[in-house]
């Protein structure tokens, strides 16, 4: 296949064309600049430009261009390019896909477990009401624009959980406290963090793409859930390290604003049913599994 990807250098990007090209697939990125080779395709997304003759040799788009939700704190500025990136960017593609007229076979377009806001302990299937709050907002405008592709192409619609890697992404910032033994749980601990393990997040995207009966929206969680206290000390132990001093709610609501309650603070215990249902085997079914992985040294 050749596989158009969008914020292909990302953390998730960059592990799906290892993947993809792994498997003898071809990715081929959308770039903000001229393009160099024949695997790069130039657009502007912010001004809709993307020529839409490009999409007549891709097989498959994925779509994962957006600012990263993890810088915080959300200042006004910083919220409208959250906003801006995703739905500029779905629109672009979206838009492309209606001019085309030999169609991409499938659009996997991103979204996130934001979507459910906080949930507390209720077990989140895909069915379940879109929640409050500014990411659970943002999560069903990005939906809704790239349902639009619909009538010209099958859509599949990931709702990301947090994506555990060794150096980037929800992590990044926790290990290096957790490896010198200052780590600890934001808040009570008791709030439910969905999560997913980096190569098992690619996996499932790429999964999806060639599993021609699944259509709409997906969790990509991982089946095996686990509190935010659970997750530190999983690490923790797989690091030898203790995880005893908890980070204050009121001191990272002070830090951080609504950030800390809706991506620290939230509960999202969401279920991975529907995607095993279609066949998919994970590589890191347990929080166990999952944590050797990121704190091993080797693959």
């Not at 050749?2 to 799906?16: D, F």
């Not at 160099?36 to 003759?53: C, F, G, I, Q």
């Not at 097989?59 to 990263?68: E, F, R, S």
């Not at 951080?256 to 309650?261: C, M, S, Y």
Request: net charge positive; hydrophobic share 40%; with cysteine.
């Amino acid at each position: 296949m050749r596989v158009l990807i969008s914020g292909a250098s990302g953390l998730i990007g960059t592990e799906l064309q290892k993947q993809l090209k792994a498997l003898g697939d071809t990715p081929v990125v959308l770039v903000r600049r001229p393009a160099r080779n024949e695997n790069e395709v130039s657009w502007n997304p912010a001004t809709h430009e993307l020529d839409a003759k490009v999409l007549e040799n891709i097989d498959a788009i994925i779509n994962l261009a957006g600012a990263t939700t993890g810088k915080l704190p959300w200042i006004k500025k910083y919220k409208q390019e959250l906003i801006a990136s995703r739905l500029d960017s779905t629109k672009t593609l979206v838009d492309a896909i209606a001019k085309t007229k030999n169609k991409p076979k499938v659009l996997v377009s991103g979204s996130a477990s934001g979507f459910y806001g906080d949930q507390g302990d209720t077990m989140l299937t895909e069915s379940a009401p879109n929640g409050s709050g500014f990411l659970a907002e943002l999560s069903n405008k990005w939906e809704q624009e790239a349902l639009k592709a619909s009538k010209d192409t099958r859509v599949v619609l990931v709702r990301t959980s947090m994506v555990m890697s060794r150096k980037l992404g929800a992590l990044g910032r926790l290990l290096p406290l957790l490896r010198l033994g200052v780590g600890g749980s934001p808040g009570n601990g008791r709030q439910w963090w969905a999560w997913i393990s980096l190569p098992d997040e690619a996996r499932a995207i790429i999964h999806l793409i060639n599993t021609k009966s699944a259509e709409g929206v997906y969790n990509l969680t991982a089946p095996e859930p686990a509190t935010c206290k659970q997750i530190i000390q999983a690490l923790g132990n797989e690091l030898k390290r203790p995880t005893l001093i908890p980070v204050p709610a009121f001191a990272l609501k002070l830090a951080f604003w609504e950030g800390a309650q809706e991506l620290l603070l939230c509960s999202q215990k969401m279920s991975a049913e529907k995607l095993l249902a279609t066949g998919f085997i994970f590589q890191h079914p347990t929080l166990k599994s999952a944590c050797e992985w990121v704190c091993s040294k080797t693959e």
